[in-house]
């Protein structure tokens, strides 16, 4: 079995992988406003998925841990990610969409707490983000029942590998502005919906594997 510090990474840069709108905030700012301002941007996004996602640990936690509970949310868990794997790989891409055309985010020359405070509710508000952090949670608390240092470890390598791949996304900004490109940001999306399949494979996988005492009772 991987550790759960790893399995946690692993998840965390299938998550940086996927174009969305805090990415492409990402990529505008660090180009047009410096790599600090991105870094700020970068640290808000950070603090909400960390809110997020202790919310839901310590709500979901108290289900969980009921043996006869936990097997039910590890398949739900699972078979949403498999959703979300397949939504991804399946996605189309508009051939002609320009990165400037989604979600531009306006900033000017202000106080660098501006950025983190953009970052935070820009990546707050999106819906996606709560479905998928929750699901996560409740999926992985399942998968190690409840175990609190092994989903402490996992969501800290998936948390720390996020903001670490977003602060790189900031210092090669100029770089990364291939994702500009159709074509590209159409294998991204099939990568990461195929991961994400494995992902929620590895969650209905485990969640049987850890409960044979279920079966007994």
């Known amino acids: 079995m991987i550790h759960p510090l790893f399995e946690g990474i692993i998840l965390g840069l299938t998550v940086s992988l996927s174009l969305g709108p805090a990415l492409v905030a990402l990529l505008q700012t660090s180009i047009r406003h410096g790599v600090r301002k991105g870094i700020y941007l970068a640290l808000g996004i950070f603090t909400s998925d960390m809110i997020v996602v202790v919310g839901a640990y310590f709500g979901a936690t108290q289900i969980i841990t009921d043996q006869h509970n936990h097997m039910a949310f590890g398949l739900i868990g699972g078979i949403i990610l ?6 991804s790989l399946t996605r189309k891409v508009d051939m002609t969409e320009k990165v400037e055309a989604v979600n531009e985010i306006k900033v000017r020359k202000e106080n660098f707490i501006r950025y983190y405070i953009k970052g935070f509710f820009l ?3 999106n819906p996606f983000l709560w479905a998928f952090w929750l699901t996560s ?7 190690y029942q409840g175990h609190r ?10 948390l720390g590998t996020v903001l670490t791949m977003d602060i790189v996304k900031c210092i090669l900004a100029n770089k990364i502005r291939i ?8 294998w991204v999306n099939r990568i990461v919906g195929v991961i994400f399949i494995l992902f929620g494979i590895f969650v209905i ?11 007994q009772q």
């Open 82 to 87: 498999l959703i979300f794997g397949t939504v």
């Open 123 to 125: 990546n707050i508000a």
């Open 137 to 143: 949670v409740v999926a992985i608390s399942s998968t």
């Open 149 to 158: 240092l092994a989903i402490s470890l996992f969501f800290a390598g998936t």
């Open 179 to 186: 994702t500009s490109n159709p074509s590209v940001k159409l």
């Open 205 to 215: 996988i485990n969640t049987f594997w850890n409960i044979p005492s279920y079966w």
